[in-house]
């Protein structure tokens, strides 16, 4: 059964840092690539971090570049994200998940759904 648990998420001030990290059971961690997403009240889910399968490569979205640093341990199936100088836009629920994102089909099988974890929720104080 699949299953991703973030954590790490707080309350911080302006100029703070915070790591995430995130657990996956259920897969083949080793083998995936996985995102970090975040979203806030009334956007959409954002992608904000990515590490190829391997950690060879990452990639970011542009409003965290030089700040945010994502990474993984796959003998602990953990992908992290260490976020740096935060500020207020930076408030969020933080999701990881495989890229792309898990799909689960139904016990039908006519339809499928993405699945998502609980998220850790990051706050930052202006």
């Known amino acids: 059964q699949v299953e991703l648990v973030e954590s790490g998420g707080g309350s911080v001030q302006s100029g703070g840092s915070l790591r995430l990290s995130c657990v996956a059971s259920?897969?083949?961690?080793?083998?995936?690539?996985m995102d970090w997403y975040r979203q806030s009240p009334g956007k959409e889910r954002e992608l904000v971090a990515g590490i190829q399968s391997g950690g060879g490569s990452t990639h970011y979205a542009d409003s965290v570049k030089g700040r945010f640093t994502v990474s993984r341990d796959d003998a602990k199936n953990t992908v992290y994200l260490q976020m740096n100088s935060l500020n207020p836009e930076d408030t969020a629920v933080y999701y990881c998940n495989t890229d792309p994102p898990i799909k689960i089909s139904t016990l039908s099988g006519s339809v499928s759904y993405e699945y998502w974890g609980q998220g850790t929720q990051v706050t930052v104080a202006s």
């Open positions: 259920g897969l083949t961690f080793r083998n995936y690539g």
